[in-house]
Structure formats: C-alpha cells, structure tokens
C-alpha cells in the first residue's frame, strides 16, 4: 500500500512534521507505508547514485514501483520501443535488488488497443535484468482495451492490467499475472481519509481477494486530492491489518 513520489509540500504538516528535512521525507513515508510510486522516471533518466541511495533509505521489504519512460509508451509503434526499453532499464535502477516492484507501463488515453502493436510490445518486455527479476504491469487508458484478446495478451506474458479507480479512464478488472496493481485517483479533500470508509473496504476486499489466490497486491493512492493520499494509504493499510507500529 502506498503514494505516488514522496515530495509534495502539502503534506508538510498533515503528514510530515513541519521540522523534518526534506533529505528525511523518503525514509519517514517508508517507515509509515508499504510502497511509493516513482513517477519521475517517467520523465527522464535517474542517476545510479540515486538509486542507491534510495535503495538504502527504505526498510528491507519496502517496494518500488517505477513508472516506464514516456519514450516508450508515447510512440506511434508500441512495438518498435525495445531499444527505448533497454535504454530505460539500464539507467541503473537494477540496484534496488528486492525492492524493485512492478514496472508500471502507461499508455496515453488517446492509444486504442491494436493486437499486433500491443503483442510486439509485451514480447519486448524482459522477465529480468543484470540478474534482477522484473515484473510489467500495463496502464491501458481507452476503452477499447476492454478486450479478451488484450486479456490474453497480459496472461501470455505475465503482464499484469492495472486497475484504475479513475472518472474518465476505464476500470478494467482482470487477473493476469502473479500480482495485481490498482491506481487509485479519486480522493476527496472533504474526507479526511481521501476516500469513504465504505469505498476503503471495498479496496481492502479486493486485496485481500488476491491475498488469498497467493498473489502479491499493490495498491497506490494517486490523484484527486493529492494532499490525502498519506491519510488514505494509511486508512487502507489499518483495515487490512498491515499498518507499522
């Protein structure tokens, strides 16, 4: 369970304390939740000294997951973004070892689904890299991927289909892969915990649902009312019984 990034001046004071340096801001958020989407990466290339040095801030079962370059996902051929996919995953972030999460891939909303660009582009995605395991989940944002040929696609593959609780872009619900990940993107700055109770539990039944089947659950709070998310992440942790003392 966790955030996406982990700067944000809003949440100095609801969620970090005002007197904390902001050198500290990553080591708090992974002490207090599960995971942290890394949404830079989807912008440009990081560092090899930042990458280590955010593999050492976090406890050892912490997770990153790391959104994929737009340079590969905003082509007009998905298929053709190898090289841009081995660029991408030789930037170093290898060196988180096991606190590597799931390589989030997110497509722009306008991309309807083509089966054949969209198998090349899952064969191109590696199960590993430097000896390192990688797992791919795909962010479709069109409708059109509504689609047991895309379904099956991701099965083939292992790639799991992120779940999206979002206004505009579809929620698509389908089991894929060896874990899920939802993106959720509709917290209320009225609601203290940026979701209702009821909507929480519904998310921790979900998880808990995949729990059972033996898969591994990643859930992030986004959008909306981004100032909530900490407070939504660690209502969501409380109900499924996984919150840090």
């Known amino acids: 369970m966790g955030i996406g990034g982990w700067t944000y001046p809003p949440w100095r004071g609801p969620f970090y304390p005002v007197e904390l340096p902001q050198s500290r801001e990553l080591e708090f958020a992974a002490q207090r939740l599960g995971a942290i989407e890394i949404n830079a990466t989807?912008?440009?290339?990081?560092?090899?000294?930042s990458w280590r040095k955010w593999a050492e801030s976090v406890p050892d079962d912490f997770k990153f997951a790391i959104?994929?370059?737009?340079?590969?996902?905003?082509?007009?051929?998905?298929?053709?973004?190898?090289?841009?996919?081995?660029?991408?995953l030789d930037q170093?972030?290898?060196?988180?070892?096991p606190k590597l999460g799931p390589i989030l891939w997110m497509l722009a909303a306008r991309r309807a689904f083509d089966h054949d660009d969209i198998a090349g582009f899952l064969h191109q995605l590696p199960p590993c890299h430097d000896g390192v395991p990688?797992?791919?989940?795909?962010?479709?944002?069109?409708?059109?991927?509504?689609?047991?040929?895309?379904?099956?696609?991701?099965?083939?593959?292992g790639v799991a289909i992120v779940f999206?609780?979002?206004?505009?872009?579809?929620?698509?619900?389908a089991d894929t892969a060896s874990f899920s990940y939802a993106r959720l993107q509709r917290m209320s700055e009225?609601?203290?915990?940026?979701?209702?109770?009821?909507?929480?539990?519904?998310?921790?039944?979900?998880?808990?649902?995949?729990?059972?089947?033996?898969?591994?659950?990643y859930l992030f709070m986004i959008n909306g009312a981004k100032v909530r998310a900490p407070?939504?992440?660690?209502?969501?942790?409380?109900?499924?019984?996984?919150a840090p003392a």
């Open 92 to 97: 170093g972030l290898t060196a988180l070892g």
């Open 164 to 173: 999206d609780d979002h206004e505009e872009f579809p929620s698509i619900d």
């Open 190 to 217: 009225d609601i203290e915990t940026g979701y209702e109770a009821a909507a929480l539990e519904r998310f921790a039944d979900r998880a808990r649902s995949h729990q059972l089947a033996g898969k591994d659950a």
């Open 231 to 242: 407070a939504a992440a660690l209502a969501l942790q409380r109900q499924l019984g996984i």
């Open 42 to 49: 989807f912008y440009g290339r990081q560092s090899p000294a």
């Open 67 to 88: 959104k994929g370059s737009r340079f590969c996902v905003s082509r007009t051929r998905l298929a053709d973004a190898g090289e841009g996919i081995r660029t991408f």
């Open 134 to 157: 990688l797992r791919h989940a795909i962010e479709p944002r069109h409708e059109s991927f509504r689609d047991e040929r895309f379904f099956k696609l991701c099965r083939d593959h």
